[in-house]
């Protein structure tokens, strides 16, 4: 189950909710745990992606590589 993460405006309260897609998209009920303020806008999170089985010679990570000007 996908976790949204929240930020409290009132009082920098950082937590998160466990919710369905269809139930984030219905609107969730954000309200901060620590002062009842339902000033919470939704934070970035991080996201893991799994590559699958890689071959241990296939390259790794971002596609840059040093020198290569891409950046």
């Known amino acids: 189950m996908p976790t949204y993460e ?8 950082d937590f998160e909710l466990e919710a369905t897609v269809a139930e984030y998209e219905d609107g969730l009920d954000a309200t901060c745990p620590e ?13 893991m992606i799994s590559m699958g ?12 590589t040093p020198g290569g000007g891409c950046c």
């Open 35 to 47: 002062c009842d303020s339902q000033q919470t806008p939704r934070r970035l999170g991080s996201v």
């Open 6 to 13: 929240y930020r409290c405006s009132d009082c920098d309260t």
């Open 53 to 64: 089985d890689v071959s241990p010679d296939a390259p790794q990570g971002g596609g840059c």
